[in-house]
């Protein structure tokens, strides 16, 4: 009955508490919870006793091998790598794109359905094609994670295109500033929030259907590495390699998210 | 002529019937111009299979009783991975919108979940389950399961609280205010909910028969692809397209539908 009177010291407490408590509470109960999985896990392992349910701990060796090894490092870098072109590509591609469906009904109805081709294609169309076309070089996963950041980048930037106010614009016109002025100091300032959070919105689908891609046809990144495990069936090597991925994907939202918050923080709607 | 006289309304029908042409043209340019694209691709791409070839394994595939069979064997264990998938995620997304410790319980392991790309899930569940009907059902709930919970979180979460405390003061029952209160606010929610799970859901289930299945669209993609038939793969991969375009549109009506007393 511990519970029932530590309750009602926590409640007062907690309404004028620091955020600083409720950041403690937190974290222990994600951590009790992350916890208990890890506990349900290790006595699934020890019921089946097989490899095909490898324990906690040897998936956790594997991944300290993995990392140990320089392995992750250089798979990741190989990846990431990919991912970055495929994004340069896309931003090149989705600002103009985005450009013009924000500008006018017409375009955004017209583009509006490749969009969504392009971002809800199954990724496994994009990993066969690029195998096909492109062979196992890195050049189709660069041209698959571009095609599939588009569509996000595009949508984002209309819709930053559609926020810019038309008082500014007509303001412009008034005091006859040059396109190229409008340009750089009106849509910029107001569409590269918007391209970011597109970016970030995107490299978390872009970066599943590259893997998939190197899992059909790669020589070198994750996906290639998830590939390998399967085939020699080490559930251990695919779920620490899964783990590393979820680790740094997380990682990578978290960075693009902080990012945007720091550069962005004089525009409060985005928050 | 009575259109004629009554001036004020007329330009308003008439622009909204402008306005419903010039998207309609827009559409069919865009449906033509990505036929166009294929057509480019099948030119200059080497071995992109031709649009006649594709349309006529289409039509052989539908003569030879596979597209039919295939069809209904994959919307079975997608249902039913979806429908699972909708239970246990919108419980766990309501527990979260409504509890703090269910909230940071939960966010981890959800965060986690997005994280994961189906094809993982595909190969540890052919790895597990082996060739059976358990291996795309799991892939399915499990790529679909994520997308439902955070979605129900947030639409939980935005319920107004004065609504629920004013529920708390008059006595009302859980069940009631689970029926009256949280149903409606997140029914449009719940759409879209499904929406992303089904793209997710459905993405997994072609991977989960492609590596791990005897049957289905994905196994019968899979089928020519390893014939080295790649009109095949395409016929079969356009089904897929033309399945994801018609339920995002069906879903889009229906998010309206079940906003619309937001509007009012």
């Known amino acids: 009955m511990s519970t029932n009177t530590v309750a009602p010291q926590v409640r007062p407490t907690r309404q004028t508490s620091t955020p600083r408590n409720q950041r403690t509470v937190r974290w222990l109960i994600s951590v009790a919870t992350l916890a208990s999985v890890l506990v349900a896990w290790a006595v699934v392992a020890a019921v089946i006793d097989d490899n095909i349910v490898p324990r906690p701990l040897e998936v956790f060796a594997r991944v300290i091998d993995i990392v140990a090894s320089g392995e992750a490092a250089s798979n990741f870098t190989t990846t990431l790598a990919k991912i970055g072109a495929g994004f340069a590509l896309a931003v090149v591609a989705g600002l103009p794109l985005g450009f013009l469906m924000g500008r006018g009904a017409f375009m955004n109805s017209y583009l509006s359905l490749p969009m969504f081709v392009l971002g809800n294609v199954p990724g496994l169309t994009y990993a066969v094609f690029a195998l096909v076309i492109f062979g196992v070089g890195p050049l189709g996963p660069v041209v698959v994670s571009a095609s599939v950041a588009v569509p996000f980048i595009a949508i984002n930037v209309a819709e930053g295109v559609r926020s810019v106010d038309g008082d500014l614009l007509r303001m412009c016109e008034a005091f006859e500033r040059s396109p190229r002025d409008v340009l750089r100091h009106v849509y910029l300032p107001a569409v590269s929030a918007f391209v970011l959070v597109g970016v970030r919105y995107g490299f978390a689908m872009a970066w599943k259907v590259e893997a998939l891609t190197e899992v059909f046809g790669a020589q070198s990144g994750v996906g290639f590495m998830i590939r390998k495990a399967y085939q020699e069936f080490q559930v251990d090597d695919m779920l620490a390699w899964t783990m590393l991925f979820v680790i740094v994907m997380i990682l990578i939202e978290r960075g693009l998210g902080h990012l945007e918050r720091r550069l962005f923080a004089w525009r409060k709607e985005l928050a | ?264």
Request: aromatic fraction near 10%; proline fraction near 3%.
């Open chain 2, 1 to 264: 002529m009575t259109l004629i006289a009554s001036e004020s309304a007329q330009p308003l029908w008439r622009r909204h019937a402008k306005s419903q042409l010039s998207s309609a043209v827009a559409r069919t340019a865009s449906v033509l111009t990505m036929l166009a694209v294929w057509q480019l691709a099948v030119v200059f791409g080497h071995r992109v299979p031709s649009m006649a070839d594709t349309f006529a394994r289409l039509g052989s595939e539908g003569a030879g009783g596979q597209l039919w069979t295939n069809l209904a064997v994959s919307m079975n264990r997608f249902l039913l991975g979806l429908v699972a998938a909708l239970l246990v995620g919108a419980a766990l997304g309501v527990a979260m919108g409504l509890s703090r410790i269910a909230d940071y319980a939960l966010t981890d392991l959800t965060m986690a979940g997005l994280a994961i790309p189906a094809v993982i899930w595909a190969l540890l569940t052919t790895m597990w389950f082996g060739f059976g009907w358990l291996t795309p059902v799991t892939t399915v709930f499990l790529c679909g399961l994520p997308f439902v919970i955070v979605n129900i979180a947030k639409a939980v979460r935005a319920i107004p609280a004065e609504t629920m405390l004013m529920a708390r003061a008059f006595g009302v029952g859980r069940a009631e205010v689970l029926r009256n209160i949280i149903a409606p606010a997140v029914a449009g929610s719940t759409i879209a909910a499904v929406r992303f799970a089904i793209m997710s859901a459905w993405n997994g289930l072609l991977l989960a028969e492609w590596f791990g299945a005897t049957s289905g669209v994905g196994w019968r993609a899979r089928y020519w692809y390893d014939a080295n038939q790649l009109d095949g793969f395409l016929a079969w991969v356009l089904l897929f397209i033309a399945f994801l375009i018609i339920v995002n549109q069906a879903l889009g009506l229906l998010e309206n539908r079940a906003t619309r007393w937001r509007r009012s």
